[in-house]
């Protein structure tokens, strides 16, 4: 295979929609650029992929990884549950999720290899990327190395979206040395459950609808008309009336606004998933696979309402009464973990277990787990020991992340921590495995590196090899 220039995209890829306007220039400009050609040299298990981010860094000691021997003062007060395969536990707050264990592979033994990213934004941009944040030239999400090679199936649409794209460390994505055409697209919302929700970056603007819309299109058939006298296919301009016209069919397809109308879904769906937030970001996600959409991230911060007044950043770090009934800020607590609920409350485990659970069950009866790869991860776990305002610190020597689908092998436990979860025992594995994981579902050839714009090569999947128990 001969070198490519970075910037040579596939064909069938779409840039990055949010600040194109009804038809900005960015728009086909971006879907010319993203008409040149890059390949995948090996068969692909998984087309799509769905990853879960649970941001803020979640516990696995009340979770994935009982630790029922633990030292009473430090241990979680959530018991081991059997799960539907013997001899497989989680703690009770993945009472649902345990009932769908045959279809999860749950890695016990992640852990962070070096120092540097065990802070929130640092261990987000390592998790979205599988690339240490201090790694040189900055590496690109995976999201964006994958839109890269291999573009999307579903025309209409970015080939990576994440959903909503808006909690504290969302920021952390980045396209590194890729063009901006790989971006992922955020879709953004407070509330995705809330009736009037929408993704107006996706839409033509209101004013720009119906006739006024219709008038630009013919406009721009009359001007290409006078200028295909002076150009050939070979030219500047050549073909690029196709990518006008691929711009115009996004921003006119009734099948975009379809594709995140979680209200479509079935009332018995709907429940499935679970009331709030976090049930229609994870049901939108799956919409989005089933669209066609290449890479999807769901990334769920439960928006502050009347009904959580306290919870003003509701993600995993909960450095203050982890084991709260209700909100956090307890007398005492130190004010690292502010804006938590318990991690036993709805918002936090009771809103996943439900939405876990339901996704991978709807997925497989869909039929779009044979060829999804689902990844549920956090970016990194809490420590074993409670801190005296009785909760958990940032903690990168051992976690849990879980995956299905693709061929994943179901019902089994990888790697191991010790008796208080602190360090790994058995089969360790790192981000950069995870990512080099995702890169081998899909039939990429990681020994074919990418281009920067000086022609540097990097080897985007070299600093770990893929895991080999769920290939």
Known sequence: ????????????????????????????????????????????VAKNVLVVLEQGGMSHLDTWDPKPEMPVDHRSPYKPISTVVPGMQFTELLSKTAQIADKLSVIRSM????????GH???TQYTLSGSHPASVPERPDISSVVTHLMGSECGYLPPAIMVPGNH????????????????????????VSDENWTVDGLLARQENSADRFAARQKLLGQLEQNFASKQNSGSEFGGMDSFYQQAFETLGNPQVSAAFNWRSESETTKKQYGAGHRGACYLVGRKLIEAGVRFVTVDVRWPRNDEYPMG??????????????????????GGG????????????????????SALIT????????????????TEFGRTPKLNKAQGRDHWTHAYSIAMAGAGVPGGQIIGKSDSEGGYVEENPHTPEEYASTIYEKLGINRDQPIYTPANRPVFFGHAGEPIAEVL
């Open 1 to 44: 295979m001969t070198n490519q220039s970075p910037f040579e995209i596939n064909r069938r890829k779409l840039l990055q929609l949010g600040s194109a306007g009804v038809l900005g220039l960015s728009l086909p400009e971006l879907l010319a650029l993203n008409a040149q050609a890059s390949g995948s040299a090996k068969p692909a």
């Open 111 to 118: 852990y962070h290899p070096k120092a540097g990213a065990n």
């Open 121 to 123: 934004p640092q261990g």
């Open 168 to 191: 504290e460390q969302a920021k952390e994505s980045r396209t590194g040395f890729l063009p901006g055409s790989t971006r992922v697209f955020k879709t953004g919302g407070r509330d």
């Open 312 to 333: 003003t950043n509701l993600n995993w770090d909960h450095h203050d009464f982890i084991y709260a009934s209700g909100t956090c800020n307890l007398p005492g607590a």
């Open 337 to 356: 973990g502010r804006g938590r609920y318990g991690i036993g409350t709805w918002p936090m485990m009771g809103s996943v277990d439900r939405a876990f």
């Open 362 to 377: 709807d997925m497989d009866q869909r039929g779009l787990l044979d060829e999804t790869l689902v990844c549920f991860v």
